[in-house]
């Protein structure tokens, strides 16, 4: 059993284009974040959501919109890709929010042509 | 405005010797500092992590130093084997946060 999963592994699209890529925990985690690594493999935190309230908004673009539905999924959508946007994109979860262990997913690789 | 500095960028050791991975941070309200291990298409994985109020923590065959006077901590792997082979990040975070700061990463091969 997966503990961090997301949805798709890889997501090939346009830009212009609006797309959702789903993560999901089975930890019981009261937290979970989104990172994104770069081509360089520089990983850069954008959110983190505990119980569902936002704790964690980095400069991001507010084409990025994250929703928390329930403290188990954190779901990141994106609107109007850009050819900027191509990354991996890795949802983590830790059980609290103060120097906690991350446990991360296997990442979802968005290229935007 | 790069807040952890990691070095080097890539190495390349034999099997059994001891790579030494470095980094540097900037932020003295830094409290607390885990390294990162991460394998190709996989996500980042907790290795090992250390508290400023010690200055050097054991697990297996991974070694963290610290020095907080120098704003300085460095991963020392013994006996590497080549599934050490992976990238590995250091980071850093303060009090009331999870908000890890992550270093550019290290390549690191181990050659059998």
């Known amino acids: 059993d997966t503990a961090v999963s997301q949805t798709p592994k890889y997501l090939v699209t346009q830009m212009g284009n609006d797309k959702s890529i789903k993560c999901e925990q089975n930890l019981g985690h009261d937290t979970m974040y989104w990172y994104k690594q770069d081509s360089k493999k520089f990983l850069k935190i954008m959110f983190s959501?505990?119980?569902?309230?936002?704790?964690i908004n980095e400069t991001v673009p507010n084409r990025f919109s994250p929703k928390s539905p329930d403290k188990a999924h954190l779901n990141l959508h994106i609107n109007s890709l850009e050819l900027g946007d191509s990354a991996v994109y890795f949802c983590?979860?830790?059980?609290?929010?103060?120097?906690?262990?991350?446990?991360f997913g296997s990442g979802t690789q968005l290229s935007v042509l | 405005q790069q807040q952890v500095k990691q070095s080097p960028q890539s190495l390349i050791v034999q099997k059994g010797g001891i790579p030494i991975i470095n980094c540097a941070y900037e932020?003295?309200?830094?409290?607390?500092f885990p390294w990162y291990q991460q394998f190709p298409g996989k996500g980042p994985a907790l290795l090992i992590a250390?508290?400023?109020?010690?200055s050097e923590k054991k697990e297996g065959r991974f070694t963290i130093s610290f020095n907080k006077s120098a704003k300085q901590f460095s991963l020392h792997i013994m006996d590497s084997q080549p599934g050490d082979s992976a990238t590995y990040f250091c980071?850093?975070?303060?009090?009331?946060?999870?908000?890890?700061?992550f270093g550019t990463g290290t390549l690191l091969a181990v050659q059998p």
């Open positions: 980071a850093a975070s303060r009090g009331a946060t999870n908000k890890l700061i």
């Open positions: 932020n003295t309200a830094f409290d607390y």
């Open positions: 983590a979860s830790s059980q609290g929010t103060v120097n906690e262990k991350l446990f």
């Open positions: 959501y505990n119980n569902k309230e936002l704790i």
């Open positions: 250390i508290r400023p109020d010690v």
